[in-house]
Nanobody, 120 residues
Framework: QVQLVESGGGLVQAGGSLRLSCTHS???????MGWFRQAPGKEREFVAA????????LYEDSVKGRFTISRDNAKNTVYLQMNSLKPEDTAVYYC??????????????WGQGTQVTVSS
């Protein structure tokens, strides 16, 4: 069964940290993985992406230096460590599997999302 399941979201104060996890089917071990987010009334936007072996990583400019994407293929899990969180980071965060790309269209498989809320 092909699936992606996010966890780790929640409510945090500005300046705090959260770590999101995305547990996926073993099928995606050779796929690039991405994190996207969508705030109310806004389009889904790219956050970070990582190739299947972690050899290449890409970040959206506003999260560089604050967020870190990583993966553990032995555990079929991708992580997004988020530090120095800001209220503007509030969104539903989605994990996706596909090609190494910053565009949502590059990803064929998506999780259900996990809510991240950052209070000021």
């Amino acid at each position: 069964q092909v699936q992606l399941v996010e966890s780790g979201g929640g409510l945090v104060q500005a300046g705090g940290s959260l770590r999101l996890s995305c547990t996926h089917s073993a099928t995606f071990g050779l796929f690039a993985m991405g994190w996207f987010r969508q705030a109310p009334g806004k389009e889904r936007e790219f956050v970070a992406a990582i190739t299947w072996n972690g050899g290449n990583i890409l970040y959206e400019d506003s999260v560089k230096g604050r967020f870190t994407i990583s993966r553990d293929n032995a555990k079929n899990t991708v992580y997004l460590q988020m530090n120095s969180l800001k209220p503007e980071d509030t969104a539903v965060y989605y994990c996706a599997a596909g090609r190494y790309d910053s565009r949502p269209g590059g990803y064929a498989y998506w999780g259900q999302g996990t809510q991240v809320t950052v209070s000021s």
